[in-house]
């Protein structure tokens, strides 16, 4: 009880080993203490997260490398910053105007295209500072930037002008495709039932996948992924030859039938006969996909 | 919903099923299986440079569907 109270208190004679217990101590209590402030990454970080994180760290590392200092008030003072910090976090998600308070506002330094002088004098911001963040996020020009804004962090925020914005698959009138969640079904030779749940998937199907790509037993698998566009990735503990690989066939062919539906449906709703008999071919098509694929995939379906 | 939009979403999948075709080629498949697949991938780019063709004329055509004179 003497050795644990010095320990706490401090004592000039301390050993090794209890500066061993400290450390031990003070990295569950500051791993409990980050969990409480939140999880963020660095970059996140505002000027207060940061100097709170120092403190922190300077209370902590005073208190670990002498063994005179006692070592219970930086546990008090470190759980008394946290403890504040975190009733302030929870304050600003009631009150958007207390959160402006204490994170501070984002200053919009560019609008429409022109530098705000005002802005950039209150974030104390320079013309050269922002040029480097500008050019950072590949705006090496003023004229191609529409918006930029700085953010509580500290970091700027680039919208560049339209024109000088990435072509994206919307604007080229590409489709997407469908989604799925990418989650893993077996991890280590076990079945991940509560994520196959999730993806609407059956135990069944998946061993049926398995099976098609010559997995007969669960053993063998390290991990099998469903990937977003509803193909089965198997990686097994055989490193040689490639990786597996299978399409989620019954969902193929749920893709196929619905577009039949889907094309007759188009048919029966429009009033142009060339675009009538267009769907109406479509619909056909694509029944005789679902049809031909369902004759091939006949044992590899549920 | 629109009629543009609903055959993009048509396009879409007609995409997504042209992906899973071509994975499934790219996979061992069976040989005997590689004809039914590569007829059917062929049926579904038709379809899907069709309907393209077709959604360039109902956005053509658009401020009349949107006046409900065309469907």
């Known amino acids: ?302 | 919903m629109t009629v543009i939009k609903k055959l993009r979403k048509a396009l879409n999948t007609l995409e997504g099923l042209e992906a899973d075709l071509v994975s499934e080629l790219d996979i061992a498949t069976a040989e005997q299986d590689k004809p039914t697949i590569e007829s059917s991938l062929k049926q579904v780019r038709d379809m899907y440079s069709e309907l393209s063709r077709r959604i360039g004329e109902v956005e053509a055509a658009e401020p009349q569907y949107e006046r409900g004179q065309l469907r």
């Open chain 1, 1 to 302: 009880m003497n050795y644990l109270e010095a320990v706490f208190n401090g004592n000039p004679n301390l050993g090794p080993f209890a500066l061993v217990l400290r450390g031990l101590l003070a990295y569950i209590v500051l791993n409990v203490l980050v969990r409480l402030m939140g999880q963020r990454e660095v970059q996140q970080l505002t000027a207060v997260d940061f100097v709170v994180g120092i403190t922190i760290g300077s209370i902590f590392a005073a208190a670990l490398a002498d063994p005179k200092t006692a070592f219970w008030p930086a546990i008090i003072a470190t759980s008394t910053i946290v403890g504040v910090k975190s009733l302030v976090a929870f304050l600003g998600l009631k009150n958007q105007r207390f959160a402006r308070l204490a994170s501070g506002e984002p200053i919009t330094l560019i609008k429409d295209g022109k530098v705000q002088e005002a802005a950039m004098r209150k974030g104390r911001v320079t013309m050269d500072s922002l040029m480097e963040q500008l050019r950072k996020r590949k705006a090496f020009n003023l004229a191609d930037v529409e918006f930029a804004v700085l953010e509580p962090s500290g970091s700027v925020t680039v919208m560049k002008k339209r024109e000088h914005q990435p072509v994206t698959k919307k604007d080229l009138h590409v489709g997407l495709g469908c989604s799925w969640y990418p989650a893993f079904l077996v991890k280590e030779g076990q079945i991940l039932h509560d994520n196959l749940r999730e993806v609407g998937l059956s135990e069944a199907w998946l061993q049926n996948q398995l099976g098609s790509m010559g997995v007969t037993d669960l053993d063998e698998v390290f991990v099998a992924q469903l990937s977003t566009t509803g193909s089965l990735y198997v990686d097994t503990y055989e490193d040689e030859g490639p990786m597996k690989k299978s399409i989620a066939k019954d969902l193929v062919l749920s893709k196929a039938q619905k577009l039949s539906g889907d094309f007759a449906l188009y048919a029966e709703g429009t009033y142009d006969p060339e675009a009538k008999a267009m769907y109406e071919r479509m619909s056909r098509q694509a029944r005789h996909v679902y049809t031909s694929l369902a004759h091939i995939w006949a044992d590899k379906v549920d």
